[in-house]
């Protein structure tokens, strides 16, 4: 067990929907990032968020949004769904932005018809 | 720019067999961190190990072993006497001294342990 949660589990939505993904992060974290993992594919790191600012973006559209709350929870919002956006969706809680391991929830998997 | 390359996409293997997982990494960062993820069907990442890039020392923790090479931008993964258990994916990841939480995946080994 990481400590890290998210919900929901599954989602379908249908294109040009919007979705709001959440997680919790360890008591303590106060950096989480934000993954994309396309089928048979790595994870690809969409942002991070420290301290409830955006600190560091990968090759992710702006429709692609997240926030940050004091109480460690995060959301990745995700605006004008595409079909392309059906993933498994993983987010990553540490401890210092810059030297701790990442510890990974479960992952939210949607699928976009 | 980072990369990371995972050049077996699947490995099947029969229990009690040993076997490594490759894992061959592109930076330009002086110091960075390698890690090495497993993933059952579930879908959660498992932490298994990192390795900052200033210590090329191999690591054993029980059936695990890793072995970083500096010099061929390597860090191989060994299970040793596998088990059913051991299957999943497998990935490799990099990340910069500056942004650890920016981690650059390799697109993972499939392992598969028959009994």
């Known amino acids: 067990e990481t400590g890290v949660t998210q919900s929901p589990t599954h989602l379908i939505k249908t294109r040009g929907q919007q979705v709001t993904l959440r997680c919790s992060s360890q008591?303590?974290?106060?950096?989480v990032s934000w993954y994309q993992q396309a089928l048979g594919q790595g994870p690809q790191f969409i942002f991070q968020?420290?301290?409830?600012?955006?600190?560091g973006r990968g090759n992710f559209p702006p429709r692609f949004s997240g926030l940050q709350f004091p109480n460690y929870s995060s959301e990745l919002n995700v605006n004008a769904l595409e079909l392309d956006d059906s993933a498994l969706y993983l987010c990553?809680?540490?401890?210092?932005?810059?030297?701790?391991?990442?510890?990974f929830g479960p992952g939210t998997r949607l699928t976009v018809l | 720019a980072q990369k990371v390359t995972q050049a077996q996409t699947e490995i099947s293997v029969v229990e009690k067999e040993d076997v490594t997982l490759d894992c061959v990494y592109e930076?330009?960062?002086?110091?960075?961190?390698l890690f090495w993820y497993k993933q059952p069907p579930s879908g959660e990442l498992v932490f298994l190990i990192r390795?900052?890039?200033?210590?090329?020392q191999n690591e054993i923790s029980g059936r695990y072993s890793w072995n970083f090479q500096k010099s061929t931008s390597s860090f191989n993964f060994t299970i040793t006497a596998s088990q059913v258990v051991d299957s999943a994916v497998y990935f490799c990841?990099?990340?910069?001294?500056?942004?650890?939480?920016?981690?650059?995946f390799g697109d993972g080994t499939t392992l598969t342990v028959k009994p």
């Open positions: 008591s303590g974290h106060n950096t």
């Open positions: 990841a990099l990340s910069g001294k500056t942004n650890a939480g920016k981690s650059t």
């Open positions: 990553a809680s540490r401890g210092d932005r810059n030297t701790d391991t990442q510890y």
């Open positions: 930076t330009r960062d002086t110091t960075y961190y």
């Open positions: 968020y420290y301290r409830e600012e955006e600190n």
């Open positions: 390795r900052n890039s200033f210590d090329e």
